[in-house]
Nanobody, 121 residues
Framework: VQLQASGGGLVQVGDSLRLSCAAH?????MGWFRQAPGKEREFLAA????????YYADSVKGRFTISRDAAKNEVYLQMNSLKPQDTAIYYC??????????????????WGQGTQVTVSS
């Protein structure tokens, strides 16, 4: 199983970025996390593949939007109004179980390699 995240880069404060993650088969849930240097991996957003139900961390609600394209087996994270504190490596992840909490790292079975997002002031 391979998850491939892309779309990161260097942007200015207030800019937008859209991250993409290509999966290779249908899964129960897809999530986005990020990890800044010296910090733990942080949940951002998740989407249930079959129903499209979405979940967000309070820290990004209203600025980030998760979506999926079932036909392409892709999930996206649209990030708006980026701030320097959004600088991190962003990871997509896939979970096979509906019973695990969507916000826990341990609930996800597969991880992409990460894509760097740097927001410059």
């Amino acid at each position: 199983v391979q998850l491939q995240a892309s779309g990161g880069g260097l942007v200015q404060v207030g800019d937008s970025l859209r991250l993409s993650c290509a999966a290779h088969f249908g899964l129960y849930r897809m999530g986005w996390f990020r990890q800044a240097p010296g910090k733990e991996r942080e949940f951002l957003a998740a989407i249930t593949w079959r129903t499209g139900a979405v979940y967000y961390a309070d820290s990004v609600k209203g600025r980030f939007t998760i979506s999926r394209d079932a036909a392409k087996n892709e999930v996206y994270l649209q990030m708006n109004s980026l701030k320097p504190q959004d600088t991190a490596i962003y990871y997509c992840a896939a979970g096979l179980s509906y019973s695990e909490p969507y916000y826990l790292v341990s609930s996800y079975n597969y991880w992409g390699q990460g894509t760097q997002v740097t927001v410059s002031s």
